[in-house]
């Protein structure tokens, strides 16, 4: 992605807002950035229980009330599942896709048809609320709100590096199971970041925890217009956040015997492995959901 070094961010900002210049009407807010991250997680994969680094692309659409943090391959396919003739071509790229695996065993070509995250994460700054989107067992997804004041930040302002040429600061959080620490940017006047971060004085760049897991990385920040929309998919269901965590892990354990017991099929593949002490070491995002 181009990376457009915003100089000086705060003038380009003020000059986007509703108070320097009259918007025409829009169905949808619009974002006054976008910043794209790379997601870097790791987890133990069944049968060999091999470790594997996986990424997956991000973006953040935000302005100055509200933000919305997504994977643009999930919010494209749920789009076109939103429609009658989105769910044809859906199918149609799903068949492709699948006699291309069957031909060559190109793994690519199912990479584009299949949800590598349904993570959503809506900010609301004037109500201080964040509302998360995102699986919740098989075949199941649950949203969930909570307020900003759950994450205490504490700045350490000594610390500092540079990130895509902004001078970045410190700061460390205990979050949810996972202590956290995140690089923000005082020169991106916006007190957002990628996944549920926000309430700094500035833009959140990288975040990662101690255990090497899970890590969040900008790779390009922009100024933009583009619409802030809501989810397309309408199955999400309000769901407590633990209860949501501890059903996604039991269906991570358990995912063949319950395929087997709705289906009548077995998934193959060394799903039906079963869990170990080790591969329970590798957890998600917020670990607080085994208390």
Not at 64 to 90: I, N, V
Not at 181 to 209: H, N, R, Y
Request: hydrophobic residues 30%.
């Amino acid at each position: 992605m181009k990376t457009a070094r915003i100089i000086p961010l705060l003038l380009i900002l003020f000059c986007l807002s509703p108070f320097a210049t009259a918007k025409k009407r829009q169905d949808y807010p619009q974002s006054e950035i976008k910043a794209e991250y790379n997601y870097h997680y790791k987890f133990m994969r069944k049968g060999d229980g091999a470790t594997v680094d996986k990424n997956t692309p991000f973006i953040l659409l935000a302005n100055r009330s509200q933000s919305k943090f997504y994977c643009p391959s999930t919010e494209f396919k749920d789009s076109l599942e939103s429609t009658p003739s989105g769910r044809a071509k859906a199918n149609r790229m799903f068949d492709a896709a699948v006699a291309a695996y069957v031909q060559n065993r190109d793994r690519s070509a199912m990479d584009g048809v299949v949800y590598h995250s349904r993570l959503y994460v809506f900010k609301d700054f004037t109500k201080s609320i964040s509302t998360t989107y995102d699986e919740a067992g098989m075949g199941e997804c649950g949203y969930y709100d909570e307020p900003f004041s759950e994450i205490d930040w504490v700045i350490v302002e000594d610390s500092t590096k540079t990130i895509l040429g902004y001078q970045c600061i410190m700061a460390t959080t205990d979050y949810h199971g996972r202590k956290w620490t995140v690089w923000f940017t005082p020169e991106i006047p916006m007190q957002d970041g990628p996944w549920k971060f926000c309430g700094l004085p500035g833009l959140v760049m990288e975040a990662s925890e101690p255990s090497g897991q899970h890590c969040f990385t900008v790779t390009g920040i922009e100024t933009s217009q583009q619409p802030i929309y809501p989810v397309f998919n309408t199955e999400y269901e309000k769901m407590d956040r633990k209860e949501m965590l501890r059903a996604a892990r039991h269906y991570r354990e358990n995912s063949n015997s319950m395929f087997k017991a709705a289906t009548g099929a077995e998934l193959g593949g060394g799903f039906d492995a079963p869990a170990t002490e080790e591969s329970r070491k590798y957890d998600y995002l917020e670990t607080d959901y085994h208390e």
